[in-house]
């Protein structure tokens, strides 16, 4: 099967979005994260390593990873890949809620993912190419997806616990937001308690216990996931990146981007661009 490298992002005219997975390229790593979505990972060429709760997973050509709504996940992809991500809206399972607004999926059968991975990859032809008509044909295969999920990989019976955690992200999911959109500003944890109405103690608890990752971890790797793009992709200068994506000195973004990569900014990326 073959696939343009070229990012989709549906909007109205179909009810869920499609896209090549940003790391095709390889030597990518998305670190911990979660959104509301449900989100089907599809490897159609090359492998990738996901981790759902800090196990590990590897997928090669031919597998598929489901991703639950507010499910901590992290991806390395380290050589080229051709993979296409589904992320579905968690509402259009409204109907089929358990408590609290909560579906869950499992994946410990897998007789049905060849199915899986040919509505996928049906799916994302019809949308490339874009025929007369290629919106019944996209969504006739989505909602055939929909079909296979409620009635093969739900789990009706979900533990209190895993219940109780999904709450517990979705009330930290507007305190993630918010970093996102603002990690180029000065932030601490005391100043998001504040504007979120928690003392600094508990939300550090929440975001340890419940994220598994503590709050500056998580606020430098967005700032890390912004600044290694701006060096593989531009010539600005290291301390302009530094400060650019919130860091507060040169030698706090070297440390943190040593730890993570095993060399200085400066070394890697002569490495890489030689």
Known sequence: ?????????????????????????????????????????????????????????????????LVNSNEIHSITAKEINETVVVQIPVSVFENYYTDDKFIFFSHSSQLHDEVIMDLIANMYQSYSKKKLGYEFDVQGNFYHLLYILVSKYREENVEEEVVKVNSKLRKLSAITSFLKDNYKEEISLE?????????????????????????KTYL???????????????????????????????????????????????????????
């Open 1 to 65: 099967m073959e696939f343009s490298h070229e990012l989709i992002l549906p909007n109205q005219d179909i009810p869920f979005k499609m896209f090549l997975f940003e790391g095709y390229a390889g030597g990518y790593r998305r670190e911990k994260h979660w959104h509301r979505s449900i989100e089907l990972f599809a490897v159609f060429k090359g492998s990738l390593k996901f981790y759902i709760d800090d196990q590990e997973h590897l997928l090669n050509a031919g597998d598929f990873m």
């Open 191 to 215: 100043s998001i308690s504040n504007r979120f109405g928690y003392s600094p103690t508990y939300l550090s608890r929440m975001f340890q216990k419940y994220a598994k990752i503590n709050f």
């Open 220 to 274: 430098d790797n967005i700032r890390l996931e912004h600044a290694y793009r701006d060096l593989m992709n531009t010539d600005m200068k290291i301390t302009d990146i530094a400060y650019d994506n919130g860091f507060a000195s040169t030698k706090a973004f070297s440390k943190i981007f040593k730890s993570k990569y095993n060399a200085l900014p400066s070394e890697f990326r002569k490495r890489e661009i030689n």
